[in-house]
Each structure stands twice: as structure tokens, then as C-alpha cells.
């Protein structure tokens, strides 16, 4: 008699291992430290890197490669804002300063959660943030390994 694995299937709790890729290079990597624990459809993934797992068994460990703009969307030129510096002063700590490439987060308006910017430019007044996904507009390479369903 053999055994059935669990099989991911909408609203799965998992722990895996996974690793998200694009142009230039991984964006998350578990593979080297703890598995990720997470519940499919509460927003942890994006709805295409769900939809992959669906049907996979537990113990799986598979390479998907998604398109440019599925996993994320395409690049959206209205996510570029500029943030007036007496914005970001009263959001944090006066004495911050700004450098291209910096992450920095955001409250969201309710308070409950957070979303992230990258530093585009830097003026006097204002400063330039890209609140795209850094891997929308990208192919993406999505590896998982699935090490348990429930």
C-alpha cells in the first residue's frame, strides 16, 4: 500500500525552500539558512508563483521559469515618485540620509503593514523612489523546494 503525499491546493500552509531570481541575480535565496514558512493566498507570493505550486507534491524541489512580467507585472513608470525630504523627515528619523540604491520602508497608510522604495536620485528638497517590485518587467527564475504541506 503506498502512501499519498500532501499536495499543495489553495489556502496550503508550507515550509520550503525557495529562491526568486531575475537579470540581476537572486532577489531571496532560503536555501542557505531556515525554510520559509507561509499560507498560499494571503499575499506572501504573487498569484503567478502560487498558481506554480499548485498540484506539487511534498518533497518537491523544481525549477519554474516565468516570463518577463509574470511574476510581478510589468514595470509601472506611476511607481516612481518623488518624496518631498520634509516628508520623509517627519515619517523618520531627521538625521537620515538618502544614497541610489537604498531600500527604505514605508508604513502603510493603515499602519498595519509595509511596503519598500529604492532610491532613484537624491535633490536638495526631494528624493526619487521606485516602489516597483524589484523583479517586475523581469523573466524570473522561481526555485522551490517543498519540505512540508499541510
Sequence with gaps: ????????????????????????????????????????GTGELSPAMEACLIG??????TTIELPE?????????DMLQWLAR????????????YAIGDVVEFPTP???????????????ASVLFDFNHPLAGQPVTFEVQLIGVL
Excluded: C, W
Excluded at 56 to 61: A, N, Q, Y
Excluded at 69 to 77: D, E, K, L, Y
Design 1 to 40: 500500500m503506498t502512501t499519498l503525499l500532501p499536495r499543495v491546493q489553495a489556502g496550503s500552509f508550507l515550509t520550503l525552500h525557495y529562491r526568486l531570481g531575475g537579470l540581476g541575480g537572486d532577489i531571496i535565496n532560503t536555501f542557505e539558512g531556515k525554510p520559509a514558512t507561509l499560507s498560499l
Design 56 to 61: 506539487l507534491e511534498e518533497g518537491t524541489r
Design 69 to 77: 512580467g509574470v511574476a510581478f507585472g510589468p514595470r509601472n513608470p
Design 86 to 97: 520634509k516628508v520623509l523627515t517627519d515619517m523618520g528619523d531627521p538625521q537620515d540620509t
Design 110 to 124: 493603515d499602519g498595519k503593514g509595509k511596503f519598500a522604495g529604492v532610491v532613484q536620485q537624491t535633490q536638495e
